[in-house]
């Protein structure tokens, strides 16, 4: 077995134990073993003795101890501190602790776990000990200690809605949509039965959401029954929210008389449906801008008291037209005219730059993105929850997780690399930053080269101190 010096360490060693002091290497066929060095004074000989102590094998999956080592413990700190942090940063963190005082831990590991490693109720204790919440916290958790807090949390709905009222602002550009969570639960009034994807017959719960445009973050949501209309959940979204918000909404309320009401509980904007008889297509478009490098022709004007902005994307038209010709000549019959090819028309009672109302209506894939995480990235979708109210608790603890995962990607945008890293590269790598537990001494393991040029990038280098 022969000692290495450190500038011949692996990398990969120096991200498991390089932050930990007074280490020495050992390394013997391929295998490397880690041994912390001390200096003990001889009295008889009156000078400093080296001790040393094993403390276990390093492996790319971290230092496995040894039971004669004094390493007590060893707990994934940078993944937590990170959310921890934007948790706080936001405000969220303390709207937790005020709102529920004796659940907010939980609420705290739920959501957590949902958006680094997301686990079924019963295995989630396996997960936590190993995080560095459990140190902080000092307590086991058990499934159903995890289950009476989400049904104390399902219990009250007031409770969740001061959450949303505290990350909420007045005058937001709220894109609104709603979806569904399948599940194979029994005895939930909230299930109803539905076909998914696959046609599959299964029992799901319909969800609405919000989510601001400009702070590209989704701040509110709410379990709602099947049965109940979709321009119902407009009354229920705006008693809940207020009414200083503009709705961006997809296509779906197409009646005149529906604009008009929508129109007096809140400003909105949708496009209307190609065939509308409110659509002026002789209008001339004599301007244009460019979006994502398309140009875009338009034109702006009034149907009674309410604004069209009509677009034409010239890059659509041709594709558009050159499917409806190829279709007409195999002898099928298109509900298509070519004037609408390339086509969209937005309506609202509010006077806007054309550009801006067109902006903001693409915006829409925001929320139908946050489904997708928030369905599948959490893997919230199709849990197993018997009580309506363990099952609100379980969605909105989700949520809790959701908004941690925009926190982050957030961050990656404003820097311009959420096209190269993901969320879930992040909460990986900070995974490797521990802190470790040897005799009665404290200590956060060295940052990789790869992880400090990461928080660089997202200008959170001095998250954490040696020291936490």
């Known amino acids: 077995m022969n000692t290495i010096g450190r500038d011949k ?12 002091k007074n280490i020495e290497i050992k ?17 008889e000989k009156k000078k400093p003795e080296k001790d040393s102590k094993y403390l276990g094998s390093v492996t790319l999956q971290g230092l496995l101890p040894s039971h004669e080592a ?19 940063k936001n405000g969220i963190l303390k709207s937790l602790q005020e709102i529920y005082p004796d659940d907010w831990k939980i609420i705290l590991i739920f959501s957590m776990n949902r958006i680094i490693d997301p686990r079924p109720i019963k295995s989630m ?12 916290f000092g307590f086991s958790i058990t499934p159903k200690k995890i289950s009476k807090v989400l049904e104390t949390v399902g219990t009250n709905w007031n409770s969740m809605e001061k959450v949303f009222d505290s990350i909420r602002e007045d005058n937001e550009r709220i894109i609104y949509d709603r979806s569904v969570i399948f599940s194979s639960s029994k005895n939930n009034p909230l299930l109803e039965i539905g076909h998914n994807k696959e046609h599959l017959l299964l029992t799901k719960a319909n969800i609405v959401m919000a989510f601001s445009h400009e702070r590209f973050l989704p701040i509110f949501f709410r379990v709602i029954p ?10 229920i979204l705006i008693e809940e929210i207020g009414e200083n918000i503009i709705l961006v909404m997809d296509k779906g309320f197409t009646s005149k008389d529906t604009f008009e009401k929508i129109s007096k509980k809140a400003k909105f904007i949708m ?20 979006y994502h490098d398309r140009p875009i022709k338009y034109s702006k004007y009034n149907y009674n008291s309410f604004f069209l902005y009509t677009y034409e994307d010239l890059s659509l038209k041709i594709e558009e037209e050159s499917t409806y010709f190829k279709l007409i000549s195999q002898g099928k019959k298109v509900d298509f005219r070519e004037e609408w090819a390339g086509k969209i028309t937005l309506i609202s009672r509010m006077e806007m730059e054309p550009k801006d109302a067109y902006e903001m209506w693409k915006s829409r894939d925001q929320i139908e993105k946050a489904f997708d995480i928030f369905q599948n990235h959490l893997d919230v979708d199709r849990p197993y929850v018997q009580r309506q109210e363990v099952f609100q608790g379980y969605l909105f603890s989700s949520f809790i997780g959701l908004i941690c995962y925009y926190l982050i990607l957030k961050i990656l945008k404003n820097a311009k690399v959420n096209d190269k890293i993901s969320v879930s590269d992040v909460l990986l790598e900070v995974s490797k930053v521990y802190l470790l537990e040897i005799g009665k001494t404290e200590m956060i393991s060295e940052r990789s080269k790869k992880v400090r040029k990461l928080l660089k990038c997202m200008e959170l280098e001095n998250l954490w101190t040696k020291n936490g």
């Open 27 to 43: 390394e013997n066929n391929g295998k490397y073993y880690c041994y912390q060095s001390t200096s003990i004074w001889n009295k």
């Open 9 to 20: 360490w692996p990398d990969w060693v120096k991200e498991v134990v390089g932050g930990m």
């Open 70 to 88: 004094n390493l007590k413990g060893i707990y994934e700190y940078g993944n937590i501190m990170l959310l921890w942090h934007l948790l706080d």
């Open 271 to 290: 496009p209307l449906k190609r065939d509308s008889t409110m659509i002026n297509y002789s209008v001339k478009m004599d301007s244009f801008f460019i």
């Open 226 to 235: 099947g049965s109940i209309h979709e321009i119902k959940t407009i009354d």
């Open 125 to 136: 204790n396996s997960w936590y000990e190993k995080t560095y919440l459990a140190k902080k």
